[in-house]
C-alpha cells in the first residue's frame, strides 16, 4: 500500500462546477499537507498548504484536511477551462531538518466549456 | 517568485554518455531537491542537498551523483546514461522562510528539464 493514494482519474467537469479532488494518507506524522497544480509539459506549482488540520481558502480555491480520517481535499469552485491540469496532492513531516516529501500520483482534470 | 531555473531544458543523447542537469535558485535557501518524474511513478526523489557539499539519497539514486559546491548551484550528474533514465527532472527546493508561503515547510519546483537517452 502507498503512503498517499490519489485517484489518477481523469475527471472531466463542466464549467462553472464544483470540483472536488482528494488523497488519502496512511502516515500519521504528515504535518504538511500541499496541493500542486501541473500543467502539461511544465513543473509543479504550489496552489496551497495547509499546516495540521482544518480549512484553508484562496479565492475559488478552499483545502480541507481531516487528520483524524487521514483525508485531505482541494475544492475548486466555479471551475474554469483554465483549470484543466493535474493536480497533485503532497505531504510532508514537521519543518526542521530534512523532511521526505511523499507526493500523490495526480488527478488529471478536464473541465469542459 | 523563488528564482530557480534549470538547465538544459531539453537534451538528447546517446545510451553510455555522461549528462549533467544543473539547477540554480537566486534565493539562498538551504535544501535543494532532485525529483524524475514519470508516468505512473509520479514524482521520485533521486538526490537533496541540505547544505553546501551536504547531500544524501533518495528512493531512486542508482545511477545519479550530485554535487553543491555552491548555495545557488546543485548538479544532477548521470556518469554513464541510460534508456531508462529518460524522463523528466525536476529541481525544487524547499521556501519555508520567504516570500508567498514564508514559514511552510514546502517546495517550489523549477520548469523541468526533459532528458531522452537513445
Known amino acids: 500500500q502507498k503512503e498517499v493514494e490519489q485517484d489518477p482519474g481523469p475527471l472531466s467537469v463542466p464549467e462553472g462546477a464544483i470540483v472536488s479532488l482528494n488523497c488519502t494518507y496512511s502516515n500519521s506524522a504528515f504535518q504538511y499537507f500541499m496541493w500542486y497544480r501541473q500543467y502539461s509539459r511544465k513543473g509543479p506549482e504550489l496552489l496551497m498548504y495547509?499546516?495540521?488540520?482544518g480549512n484553508k481558502e484562496d479565492g475559488r480555491f478552499t483545502a480541507q484536511v481531516d487528520k483524524s480520517s487521514k483525508y485531505i481535499s482541494l475544492f475548486i469552485r466555479d471551475s474554469q477551462p483554465s483549470d484543466s491540469a493535474t493536480y497533485l496532492c503532497?505531504?510532508?513531516?514537521?519543518?526542521?531538518?530534512?523532511?521526505?516529501?511523499?507526493f500523490g500520483t495526480g488527478t488529471k482534470l478536464q473541465v469542459i466549456p | 517568485d523563488a528564482g530557480i531555473t534549470q538547465s538544459p531544458r531539453h537534451k538528447v543523447t546517446e545510451t553510455g554518455t555522461p549528462v549533467t542537469l544543473r539547477c540554480h535558485q537566486t534565493e539562498n535557501h538551504r535544501y535543494m531537491y532532485w525529483y524524475r518524474q514519470d508516468p505512473g511513478h509520479g514524482l521520485r526523489l533521486i538526490h537533496y542537498s541540505y547544505g553546501v557539499k551536504d547531500t544524501d539519497k533518495g528512493e531512486v539514486s542508482d545511477g545519479y551523483s550530485v554535487s553543491r559546491s555552491k548555495t545557488e548551484d546543485f548538479l544532477l550528474t548521470l556518469e554513464s546514461a541510460t534508456s531508462s533514465q529518460t524522463s523528466v527532472y525536476f529541481c525544487a527546493i524547499n521556501t519555508g522562510t520567504s516570500g508567498r508561503f514564508s514559514g511552510a515547510n514546502v517546495l517550489t519546483f523549477g520548469a523541468g528539464s526533459r532528458l531522452t537517452v537513445l
Open positions: 503532497a505531504m510532508m513531516g514537521p519543518s526542521g531538518g530534512y523532511q521526505k516529501v511523499t
Open positions: 495547509t499546516y495540521s488540520s
